[in-house]
Structure formats: structure tokens, C-alpha cells
């Protein structure tokens, strides 16, 4: 589970460095469950 989540977290992290709009980023880790 914890793999997962992690695996999950690296996704967003690059996401996040790859994708030119930060913002629409922002809103979609607000809507992720911590």
C-alpha cells in the first residue's frame, strides 16, 4: 500500500515539474486525499 501511495506521490511530483500550469496542479493535489 505505502509503495503505492508513494509510487502515486513521485507521479504528481513530476507532474507538477513537467506541466506547464502549476495552478490546475495545485487544485488537483487539494483534491487528493493526504
Not at 503505492?4 to 487539494?30: E, K, M, P
Request: some cysteine; glycine content about 6%.
Amino acid at each position: 500500500m505505502f509503495c503505492n501511495i508513494f509510487g502515486v506521490f513521485i507521479l504528481f511530483v513530476g507532474v507538477r515539474v513537467y506541466s506547464d500550469n502549476d495552478q490546475d496542479w495545485c487544485v488537483l493535489a487539494h483534491n487528493v486525499p493526504s
